[in-house]
């Protein structure tokens, strides 16, 4: 089992920035792929990207491609989020979730374990 927890959301200004970072404890944290989702007020939880166990694969969604980026270090046991050119969509609590099973995925239901949340609001 592995715990998540995530931190450094906050408020910014719109065109802003901010890198998440979620904390891994448990079982071997290289063993596990890793995702990111968000969830805005009154929306279903959407998919943002996800890292292979070694950090050489990434996937993102098409929201956010070229400007965000996910990256790993296995060393620290925390992936992190890098949001650049962050617009009041973006808003949202974002949450990191862990993986087991080959291949990375980009669905809910294929995520074992789930951290918290952590806020971001992107004013305008």
């Known amino acids: 089992q592995v715990q998540l927890v995530e931190s450094g959301g906050g408020l910014v200004q719109a065109g802003g920035s901010l890198r998440l970072s979620c904390a891994a404890s448990?079982?071997?944290?290289?063993?596990?792929?890793m995702g990111w989702f968000r969830q805005a007020p009154g929306k279903e939880r959407e998919f943002v990207a996800a890292?292979?166990?070694?950090?050489?694969?990434?996937y993102y969604a098409d929201s956010v491609k070229g400007r965000f980026t996910v990256s790993r270090d296995n060393a620290k046991n925390t992936v992190y989020l890098q949001t650049t050119s962050l617009k009041p969509e973006d808003t949202a609590v974002y949450y990191c979730?862990?993986?087991?099973?080959?291949?990375?995925?980009?669905?809910?239901?294929?995520?074992?374990?789930w951290g918290q949340g952590t806020q971001v609001t992107v004013s305008s």
């Open positions: 979730a862990a993986k087991m099973a080959v291949g990375v995925a980009t669905t809910q239901e294929a995520y074992d374990y």
């Open positions: 448990g079982r071997t944290f290289s063993t596990y792929r």
């Open positions: 890292i292979s166990r070694s950090g050489a694969s990434s």
